[in-house]
Structures are given as structure tokens and as C-alpha cells.
């Protein structure tokens, strides 16, 4: 533990050997060197009032050297001649010496020089052995400049106190654990308390759920040091919210780690997207007393003697305990040891003034601030004897200091313009950094200024009204006005006023704002809601504008419009009352996804019901407009009507479905016309041998049965063969004049024997419909196949129509129309795709409406096709009509060649091995004689090299030349030569190349051994 180092000097002419009350001599000594040294003044005075012993410390205060003042009335010598001060004096002497207690005061004395002071007294009867009153002793201390000091520091407190509850801003100080310290009046006004309701709260009591959730970030930035300017959602008494934007940094409040913010409601400016800000200064003022205690140090022992008050400033009972230089030195805070004993040494060494100001650390964990003064005491030789002075615990006064520099730091640092004007010279005593900024004045400057020089609106002879008006009102004035800067130019200025006393002198507290930027955004807005509600009312688009709860909140004329109703009378409604039923889920999906802020808007084409309960469509756009915090204010939808356009899409597609259908079909038919070529010849090949075997084969032996499901195989293979030909043709096999009713009176007459009565038959045929061209048969094809469609339709009971008419002069109408259970749109869809079938296995092919189109097609015809479940299935077919003429010659003219007879020699044109095969096969069998050929031209170059057969049996589809190009060049080889066609195809196009020439026959493929035996022999006849 440090020590000082007080030297070990004897008291200079005091006797080492003294008699046996030397120990009182020298209490009595030390005593005397205490009074001589103590910067109290010490004087004693008789029951007389007459002065006996007067001490240095008494001279300095007073201005009487001892001399002077011993023997003197103690009154007359320094009390004022003020009659209530000698009064008061003459008081406290008389209870002195007749009560015998002692008594402290406080009152005016007089110095020599005639100056006044003020003094607080410590007086203490003095008696004799037997208690009989002697006189009185009493020590002074001079507080003239403490209480100055106090009275200038109440009346700082009470000025920053009042620019601290003037301020228009809302200022909040709180602990790092939330606790809110302080608040001043325009912050609790604003949260609907007062600031006595709100000291105590926490942050969370008055901030909204969703800001709590921010508070730990915040606090980190703010003990990291940094200033936050937020905005924050705050919560009102009464439970509704407010927006504040608030700034907050990170201050010492009480020596702690606080947070001082200033908030600002901007909940108007947020709605009218430009609210002023506000700040307002928050200043703390409070008060301090002196609290001294005495202490002195005897160097030759090392001795340290307190004061009752230093014992009880450092917890410890006085008659307990012993207080030593160590242990004082030991309670010093750390940091202001090493400075505290270098003062103390240059003190004690080099006789400096001893003043210092100590932290102390109580064992009781109290930290307290402790100013101290000193002298030392010294010998003729200048050796110090004894170390004394005063203590004063300046805790409260520090913190003071503290808190007027933090709000004098304030008061320079808000944003607004602060003023402190003297009323009746309408001067400027004080004003902060803003105002200095603001209007280009120091502050030297601006107190040699008055109101007038920097209001141009304010006249000097309107002065006294208008300090009237601010001094009639409590809470003070708030006036625009406009304030005029060092340089001439001019701003309009938002002034709050309010008057203030403070001991028995008025001050006005003005605070300015400038508002140019609010007035000219206010415009700026004005201008903006009247462009704005222009474009609204005259859009060409229906706009509407919605509350998040759905309601409607204005919509423009071309909205009205759009749903049909008159003004106002759409208002009441919501979205959903106006929205198609089938579109409601998804107009319900998209609102919540953008109220809850999946999506800031979004785009679709949506169905209304207008009032008249039509139906129209819309392009809906609909966005959300949101304030700061991210919440919903409202919702805006624009929507372009484009029912026209659906309605064009809708009959653009089923167009486009219809052309993908012919395109579907049109290909499928050219596949399948190739499959069945090559099914045909390889058919033919089977249905050849197996044929011919047949007729070789006992009746009834195994090989019999076998080849005779050989040709029946075969034989149903090439009917399912003609059905993909049938489907993949493009035009009729035929090309006659048509009576379309005589086809269906023989369809009619062949339902009625078979369906029984469970199916009603209604015919409705126009009588003079006009007569188209085709293939007979294959019309009764499809004409049979839509009504067993039909009658499969209505198992239990139904009706089948038939109905037929002139559509106009070029075309008729056939409709087959039942009342079954009709068919869904994907079963629709594909209808007339060939092998699609809804029956079970074994109970269809899957071509029947397949080679329906392609018949109608065939016949150059359209068809439509309309069913639905539970509502039955129409057929519409349309062909085109002609003139009513004779029926077709026959197939080709000339003379008939004679037929070959008996064994013929035979040239085969075929492609197909197979075919080559089995036909060589079955003609040696009925005992011709075959020559084969691969291609056309191998059997013209055979011909052309001599060789004469008696029929020609040529394929229609070879490669090269084929069927179409070797037919002409035989005939004119072989002019009298039967020709057999061979084709699995019969077409347009077959029947036409064997009408071109004569003796051509057609021979459908697959055919067996005995369709060929009766065509060779239908030769020979």
C-alpha cells in the first residue's frame, strides 16, 4: 500500500522533557496548531459577545488581523447592519448561552472592506468545571461562491429543463435492460401518458410486437457505438399504433451506460408519403448540495484525524473505527491513485496548492466522487508539521456536470433552430449550432441581434401583443412565420414559443423549423393527387382501388362501365361478388399471396359477372402499395377487357383443333394405307396356299381343318385389311349420282329389324333433297356404323334420329343424333382416331368413326361430332350436292377379246416373293404354266423379247414403273391380252387406270384359290 511520506519533525521549542501533564500540554498544543491551520475561521466570544481568540483562517475570511477584532463585539464587528441578519444573530447567541446547546446557521456577514458574504456557522457552548456558561466557540466557513455556484447551476438546470420539456420532439432515456428512466412531455403526450406513468415502463410496453423483435440488433449497434436513425412502430394508450422515426445513440447517464432517443411522429407524413420531421431537445436538469467534511494528517506521527461527515462519507462509525493514512490510500479508485499522491507530494515538497478530485470506493462497494483542498502546515524552517483541509462528496454535483454537458450537447445537436430571447429587449441571450448554421450567424453575432432583424413579418410596435399572447398560454405558441439569414434570402419557419420564469426573470424558449421543403412537397403533393385523379377518372382502363380487407375504395368510370352499374352502386361490392365462380379460388389464392407478401403484384386473364349476369373477360393486374414497415395500405387493379379477344382465341382454337384433327387423321390414313398393301400381300400368300391346299385335302381330315382355319384367318385378316383401306381413302371407290334418303329408308328398314323395341326411330328427311355424288356402299357403311354406335349408346331405352336437309343449292346435311349417355371431352377429343374404343375387349376395333371420316372426307364432305355426358351425341355431316343425271356407263368400251381356254400360259408381274411363291404355286395347281416377273419393266422387256402369254395377272404397286406406268405400255404390246389388276387398294385411283383400258379386270387382294379359278375361268366364258 503507497504511503506519504510526512517527514518526522519535533514540534520547534516544545520541551522533550515536560512534567506530568505534558500529555495535556500537547493535546492542547496540536489542538492550537488544528485551529491555526483549519481553513475554518475559529473565533470564541464571551457571554458579552466580546471576541477572545480569533485565527488565521478567521482573518482571511473576515479582513481583521487578530489584533483588531479581540476585544470587539463579535455583532458590531462583522455582521451587516441589515436589522432581520442582527436579529437573526442576536437570536442564536442568546439560545447559545442560556440553552447551552449547540446550533448550526446560515446567514450574511460583512468583511472588513464592507463586502458581504455568506457563511454557515458551527457554534458550541463553552463552560466551566461546574457547567456555568464561559462563552461560545464557533467555526465559519465562507459559502458565498458554493451558494453561487448552486443558484447559477438551478437556474442552468432550469432553463435546459424547460428547452427540455418545450421540445416539439418526444425524448426518451432508457436502460440497456429497457427500463425507461425519463421522458419529456411531448414523448409521453404522444404514447397518451404523462411522464410519471411512463418512468418505470419498459420499451416493449410502448413498441409495437413486430419492432420487439428488432430490439437486440439495435441494442448491439448501439453499444458497438454507432447513432441509429429508425423508424419504429410505437403503441398508443388506447392501443392504436403510430410510426416514429427515431434516433438514438449511446450516452452516460448517473456514471451508466444508457440510451438517449429522440422520436418523431410521422404517421401523417407516411400517409401522405411527406410528413415534416421532428426532433425536439431533451434536457435534464438536477441539483446538487455540498456535503464537507474535515481531515488532517500530524506528519510527526503519521496520524490521520477525520470529521464526523468524512467518517460517514466513507461508511464507518467514528467510534468504532480507526482511520489511518493507509487505509485512505487504499480506498482511492485505481485510476486516480497515481495523480491523487503526486498531488499530495507536491504539496508536502514543493508547497503547490493541494486541490484533487478522487474517486472513493467504499468497502460497502459505493463508488463517490470526493473533491479535496489542503495546506500544509510548516516550521520556521519550512518542514511540514501537519497536512490538513476538506473533503467534499461532489458525487451528485459530477453527475450534474455530466448531464448539463449531455444536454447542452443536445440542445446544440437537435435539429431544429433553439433560441433563448430576453422579453423586454427582444435580444437573443443564447442559442445552439443549428441556428448558427441555419441562418449564417456566430453565436457573437446573433446575440448582438433582436427578434425583429431576423423576422421581416415582425413589427417592433406588435411585440407587446405577441408576448401577451405566448405569456397567456401555459403550454406556449405555436406561429409560421419567416426568418431571415445573414445573407438576405429568406425560408418560412415553423416557431414554437413558449415563456419561462426563472428567479423573477422571464425568458421565451423558441424552437424554429424551417418548412420550405414540407410546404413545397405539400404542394409538390397536391399537384401529384390532382394528375393523379386526372389519370384515374380518364383512364381508358377500368382501375379500381381496394382496402386489404377487399372492400372497394374508389374506381373510375371505365370500371363502372366495364361491370355494368351506375355510379356508386359497384362500391359495396368485393372482388368475389364480381368474379366468375370458376375463377374465385384463384382470385382468392393470388389476394392472400401478395397480402402476405409472397408477391409484390400479379398478372392473369380472369372472368366477371357484370350486373346484367353476362359474362366478360379481363387482363387483371393487381399490385399492393405498402408503407415503410412493409404492411398492405391498399390494393389497386387494373384490368383491360378483352372479352372480344377470348371469344376470337376460343373460335381460333376450335378451328386450330379441327385442322390438327384433319392433319391427325389425314397422316394416320396414309400409314394405314401402307400397312394394309403389305398386309394384303402377305395375306394373299396365306390365303393362296392355304386355299389351294384345301381343295386337295380330304373333307373332314385334320389337314382339312387346319387349312381351313388357315383361310378363315386369313380371310378375316383381309376384311380388317379393307376396313384400314377404307379408312386411308381419300376419295370414293365409286363416283355415281346419289339419292342420300333411298340410302337411309334402307338403313331404317334394317334397324327396325333389329333393335327391337328398346329404341325409338324418328325420321325427319328432307322430301326434295338434292342428290350428291359418291360410293353407295360405302355411305351404307357409314351410315350403319354411326346408328349401331348410337343404339350402343342407349342400352336401356332412347331415341335415334335421322334427319337430313338442304343446307342450300351447293349442299345437304345428314345428322344422326341419339339421346345416350353422350361422351366426355377427353373420350370426344379422340372420337375418330382409328383403334380407340371405350368398349371392352373382343367388342370393337377401334375403326368404326375413323373410317366414318374418312368416307365423309373421301366424298369431299365435313363432319362435326357434338356430345356431352348425360345429353346424347349428334353427327353432323355435310356433302356437297350436284345435278341430278344418268347413271355411269361401265367401267371401259371395246370389243371383248376371246378368252383363253383350257391350259393358259400365264406372266405374273408381282414385287412380293411371297406372292410370286404361292401364286406360281396355286396356277400350276389349276395347271397353267407361270412366268414371273419383278417388276414392270422385266415383263415388258420379256414381252418385247417374244413371248406371247395368255393372260396377264400385273400388280398395281411395284416399284419403278408399278401397275400405273406398265399397264398402258402392256396394252400396247399385247392389244387382245386379258389383264388382271391386282391391287389391295381399290380406290379412285385403281378404278380409274382399269376404266382407261379395255379387257382390264379388277382382282381384289387377299384372294383365295377359288376367287381366282372363277376370275380365269369368267375368262374363258
Not at 777 to 806: H, K, W
Request: aromatic share 6%.
Amino acid at each position: 500500500m503507497a504511503t506519504i511520506p510526512f517527514a518526522r519533525v519535533p514540534l520547534k521549542g516544545f520541551p522533550m522533557d515536560l512534567p506530568l501533564d505534558r500529555d495535556l500540554q500537547l493535546q492542547a498544543h496540536r489542538w492550537r496548531l488544528h485551529v491555526d491551520q483549519t481553513p475554518l475561521a475559529v473565533i470564541e466570544w464571551d457571554l458579552e459577545g466580546r471576541v477572545r481568540s480569533w485565527n488565521p483562517a478567521a482573518e482571511r475570511m473576515f479582513g481583521y488581523a487578530a489584533q483588531e477584532a479581540i476585544g470587539q463585539p463579535i455583532i458590531d464587528l462583522i455582521v451587516p447592519p441589515k436589522t432581520e441578519v442582527r436579529e437573526q444573530v442576536q437570536h442564536i447567541a442568546e439560545g447559545l448561552t442560556q440553552t447551552g446547546q449547540a446550533s448550526r446557521a446560515e446567514h450574511e456577514n460583512r468583511r472588513k472592506d464592507g463586502s458581504i458574504i455568506l457563511c454557515r456557522w458551527f457554534n458550541t457552548p463553552l463552560t466551566d468545571g461546574a457547567g456555568q456558561p464561559l462563552g461560545v466557540a464557533s467555526m465559519a466557513l465562507d459559502v458565498t461562491e458554493i451558494r453561487r455556484s448552486t443558484q447559477a447551476l438551478m437556474e442552468s438546470e432550469q432553463r435546459f429543463r424547460t428547452v427540455f420539456e418545450m421540445a416539439i420532439d418526444g425524448i426518451i432515456l432508457f436502460s440497456l435492460e429497457g427500463e425507461i428512466l425519463d421522458v419529456n412531455e411531448a414523448f409521453a403526450r404522444m404514447h397518451g401518458h404523462t411522464p410519471e406513468d411512463m418512468r418505470g415502463l419498459r420499451i416493449t410496453d410502448i413498441s409495437a410486437p413486430d419492432s420487439n423483435n428488432l430490439v437486440p440488433e439495435r441494442m448491439r449497434r448501439l453499444l458497438a457505438g454507432e447513432t441509429l436513425q429508425v423508424e419504429l412502430q410505437q403503441v398508443h394508450r388506447d392501443g392504436h399504433t403510430f410510426l416514429t422515426e427515431a434516433t438514438g445513440s449511446l450516452v452516460t447517464y448517473g456514471g451508466q451506460p444508457a440510451i438517449l432517443s429522440f422520436h418523431r411522429d410521422i404517421t401523417e407524413r407516411k400517409q401522405v408519403e411527406e410528413k415534416l420531421r421532428k426532433r425536439e431537445l431533451q434536457l435534464r436538469e438536477s441539483q446538487a448540495a455540498a456535503m464537507i467534511g474535515s481531515w488532517g494528517v500530524d506528519i510527526a506521527t503519521d496520524i490521520l484525524d477525520w470529521s464526523d461527515e468524512t467518517f460517514r462519507r466513507f461508511d464507518k462509525d467514528p467510534a468504532t473505527f480507526r482511520t489511518s493514512v493507509e487505509y485512505f490510500v487504499s480506498r482511492i479508485h485505481p485510476e486516480d491513485l497515481a495523480a491523487t499522491l503526486c498531488a499530495m507530494q507536491n504539496a508536502l515538497e514543493r508547497n503547490e496548492p493541494y486541490h484533487v478530485q478522487t474517486r472513493i470506493i467504499n468497502e460497502t462497494g459505493r463508488q463517490w466522487v470526493m473533491e479535496a483542498f489542503g495546506i500544509v502546515e510548516r516550521d520556521r524552517e519550512g518542514r511540514p508539521l501537519r497536512f490538513s483541509g476538506t473533503a467534499q462528496d461532489i458525487t451528485r454535483r459530477k453527475r450534474e456536470e455530466e448531464e448539463l454537458l449531455l444536454k447542452r450537447d443536445l440542445m446544440e445537436k437537435v435539429s431544429d433552430s433553439l433560441f433563448i430571447v430576453d422579453p423586454d429587449s427582444r435580444s437573443f441571450l443564447d442559442v445552439n449550432e443549428t441556428a448558427c448554421a441555419q441562418l449564417g450567424y456566430t453565436k457573437e453575432e446573433m446575440r448582438a441581434l433582436q427578434v425583429e432583424d431576423l423576422d421581416p413579418v415582425m413589427l417592433v410596435d406588435q411585440w407587446p401583443a405577441h408576448l401577451e399572447a405566448v405569456m397567456s398560454a401555459p403550454e406556449g405558441v405555436t406561429v409560421e412565420t419567416w426568418h431571415q439569414r445573414k445573407d438576405g434570402s429568406t425560408f418560412q419557419v415553423e416557431l414554437r414559443v413558449r415563456h419561462v420564469a426563472l428567479s423573477d426573470r422571464g425568458y421565451l424558449i423558441t424552437s424554429a423549423r424551417d418548412i420550405t421543403a414540407r410546404r413545397k412537397a405539400e404542394e409538390e403533393a397536391r399537384q401529384t393527387q390532382a394528375q393523379l385523379q386526372g389519370l384515374f377518372d380518364n383512364a381508358g382502363v377500368a382501375i379500381g382501388l381496394n382496402d386489404p380487407q377487399g372492400r372497394f375504395l374508389a374506381m373510375n368510370s371505365k370500371f363502372v362501365e366495364f361491370l355494368g352499374y351506375g355510379p356508386g352502386e359497384a362500391l359495396p361490392l368485393n372482388p368475389m361478388d364480381i368474379t366468375h365462380p370458376e375463377d374465385q379460388e384463384a382470385t382468392r389464392r393470388n389476394l392472400e399471396e401478395i397480402l402476405s407478401g409472397k408477391t409484390a403484384s400479379y398478372l392473369y386473364e380472369k372472368r366477371f359477372i357484370r350486373k346484367d349476369g353476362q359474362v366478360v373477360w379481363g387482363l387483371t393486374s393487381v399490385a399492393s402499395i405498402r408503407d415503410g414497415l412493409g404492411s398492405v395500405q391498399s390494393l389497386v387493379a387494373v384490368i383491360v377487357d378483352i372479352t372480344a379477344q377470348k371469344h376470337a382465341e376460343e373460335q381460333n382454337a376450335r378451328l386450330q383443333a379441327q385442322l390438327q384433327q384433319a392433319q391427325k387423321m389425314e397422316s394416320l390414313g396414309t400409314l394405314s394405307g401402307g400397312i394394309a398393301h403389305d398386309m394384303n400381300n402377305v395375306l394373299g400368300a396365306i390365303l393362296g396356299l392355304a386355299s389351294a391346299n384345301l381343295e386337295l385335302q380330304p373333307q373332314g381330315s385334320p389337314a382339312h381343318r387346319s387349312f381351313e382355319t388357315i383361310v378363315k384367318a386369313a380371310t378375316r385378316g383381309g376384311e380388317m385389311v379393307r376396313s384400314l383401306l377404307a379408312f386411308a381413302r381419300q376419295s370414293q371407290a365409286e363416283d355415281r349420282v346419289l339419292d342420300v334418303n333411298a340410302i337411309l329408308r334402307e338403313e331404317v328398314k334394317l334397324l327396325e329389324r333389329t333393335t327391337l323395341s328398346r329404341v325409338c326411330l324418328e325420321v325427319d328427311l328432307e322430301p326434295d333433297l338434292h342428290p350428291i355424288r359418291g360410293d353407295a356402299s360405302a355411305l351404307i357403311n357409314t351410315f350403319m356404323n354411326l346408328c349401331v354406335n348410337a343404339v350402343d349408346a342407349m342400352p336401356e331405352q332412347g331415341t335415334l334420329t335421322l334427319r337430313t336437309r338442304n343446307l342450300d343449292s351447293e349442299w345437304i346435311e345428314v345428322v344422326v343424333e341419339d339421346t345416350g349417355a353422350g361422351m366426355p371431352g377427353d373420350v370426344l377429343s379422340r372420337a375418330m382416331e382409328p383403334f380407340f374404343t371405350t368398349k371392352g375387349v373382343g367388342k370393337g376395333t377401334g375403326l368404326g368413326l375413323s373410317m366414318v371420316y374418312s368416307t365423309v372426307r373421301a366424298h369431299r364432305g365435313q363432319i362435326e361430332i357434338h356430345s356431352a355426358p348425360g345429353q346424347g351425341t349428334q353427327v353432323q355431316m355435310r356433302f356437297p350436292a350436284c345435278e341430278r343425271a344418268a347413271e355411269a356407263a361401265g367401267l371401259g368400251a371395246g370389243a371383248p377379246a376371246e378368252a383363253p381356254k383350257g391350259a393358259m400360259a400365264i406372266l405374273l408381274v408381282d414385287d412380293d416373293e411371297l406372292i410370286q411363291s404361292s401364286m406360281e404355286t396355286i396356277l400350276r395347281t389349276l395347271g397353267h404354266s407361270v412366268i414371273t416377273s419383278s417388276s414392270g419393266e422385266e415383263a415388258l422387256t420379256a414381252v418385247e423379247a417374244g413371248f406371247e402369254p395368255d393372260v396377264v395377272i400385273l400388280d398395281m404397286n411395284m416399284p419403278g414403273l408399278g401397275g400405273t406406268g406398265t399397264l398402258p405400255r402392256l396394252r400396247a404390246l399385247l392389244p387382245s391380252v386379258p389383264i388382271l389388276l391386282s391391287t389391295g387398294r381399290t380406290d379412285q385411283a385403281a378404278l380409274d387406270l382399269a376404266g382407261a383400258h379395255p379387257l382390264v379386270t379388277l382382282l381384289p387382294k387377299p384372294f383365295a384359290i377359288q376367287d381366282l379359278q372363277q376370275c380365269l375361268a369368267a375368262l374363258g366364258r
